[in-house]
């Protein structure tokens, strides 16, 4: 048993499941978001805003969004501990990196519902 | 004249600061010899040569070496099977410390298989006579329990020389499938409990280096999976 507390699940197991589920949520939304752009090839801002404005959609891309934030969290903290060993500049990089996440997380549930 | 140029990497940290790569000129007399046969050769030209060799067979697992860039065992591995436009380059196993030229320091793939518990537990009463398996569950062993721990595996695993003291490795994880998969071992859930961590089997990306360069043609990769698998089942 090797002992982590900077990963996001606190165990390899739920990490594992974690990047699986939150890949495949990324997944369908990425295709979701390109077959509507292919869709409506003469998309207005009423609708791209009508889209964004409907609870179901909300939800899509809050899903989302909290998928990229448990996948980026997993896949870039797996990064540091592969390729940063003194442990000052893996920290630092890891709280940076977590730090990034809170940020772009926020930053798009206030794009997401602001205005 | 059937002169093989065969480029070895050459290190005595008695003697040398850094390592190198020697150069040799081995006949073989056209035949198509094993890679350990040529080192044989290359040690009557030069003495100092160390390399590790027992069985010569392909069943003791002392030989593993980086031939042309990919990890086996010199006395199985014919020179047709790796020889490029007439050369061939030896180098120790990746990853893991160099004691002398071919020869390194296994003690931290042992670790890891020393780590997972390589022996039966049972914890029931010992029965009168052997603890009997059926033929079925004795098929679960078949593809786990032929490993010899040469470390072919383990030392091509990028995951393995990112963190050989965290990572289980393959090697040491096939075992472990082999005891989690035994019907007369009763440790499993400690042994899971072992096992869930990020670093110790989690660190596999699955990129299958271990299944290309095994001798003896098993899947440690197979046995990850399984493992994972039970450590769902264990856990959801």
Redesign the interface.
């Known amino acids: ?4 507390i900077t ?1 996001f699940g606190r ?7 974690l990047q699986r589920a939150s890949a495949v949520i990324l997944a369908l939304y990425t295709l979701f978001v390109v077959g509507y752009l292919l869709l409506h090839p003469n998309l207005d801002y009423a609708t791209w805003s009508g889209l964004f404005g409907s609870t179901w959609m909300r939800i899509f891309s809050l899903l989302a969004f909290v998928s990229m934030a448990a996948h980026a969290w997993i896949g870039l ?2 990064v540091t ?3 940063l060993k003194p442990t000052a500049i893996r920290i630092a990089a890891q709280a940076v990196i977590i730090l990034a996440i809170f940020v772009f997380l926020v930053w798009g549930v206030q794009v997401l519902w602001g205005a | 004249m059937s002169m093989l140029q065969v480029s070895v990497y050459r290190y005595n940290p008695e003697t040398d600061s850094a390592p190198y790569m020697q150069e040799f000129q081995v006949d073989t007399q056209g035949r198509d010899v094993m890679v350990l046969n040529v080192l044989a050769m290359i040690k009557e030209q030069d003495s100092s040569m160390a390399y590790r060799r027992s069985c010569r067979e392909g069943v003791c697992g002392s030989d593993g070496m980086n031939m042309n860039g990919k990890n086996g065992l010199a006395c199985i591995t014919p020179l047709s099977e790796v020889v490029k436009g007439g050369k061939l380059t030896l180098r120790p196993l990746p990853g893991l410390p160099v004691i002398r030229d071919l020869v390194v320091d296994m003690a931290l793939f042992y670790k890891q298989y020393e780590r997972i518990q390589p022996y039966l537990q049972n914890d029931t009463p010992d029965p009168a006579i052997e603890r009997l398996q059926s033929p079925e569950d004795r098929d679960k062993l078949d593809g786990l329990y032929e490993c010899i721990l040469c470390a072919c595996c383990s030392t091509s695993c990028p995951s393995f020389w990112w963190n050989p003291d965290k990572f289980v490795g393959p090697a040491g994880l096939l075992q472990s499938y082999r005891f989690l998969a035994d019907s007369r071992d009763t440790a499993t859930s400690e042994r899971l409990a072992e096992l869930e961590d990020p670093f110790s089997v989690f660190r596999c990306r699955g990129i299958m280096n271990c299944v290309a360069v095994c001798p003896k043609g098993l899947n440690p990769t197979r046995a990850i999976g399984k493992i994972r698998e039970m450590l769902l089942a264990n856990a959801t």
């Not at chain 1, 048993?1 to 982590?4: A, K, L, Q, R, Y």
């Not at chain 1, 165990?11 to 499941?17: A, F, K």
Request: charged residues 10%; hydrophobic residues 35%.
């Open positions: 048993m090797v002992t982590n990963n165990s390899g197991l739920s990490d594992w499941l903290w797996t501990t592969d390729y």
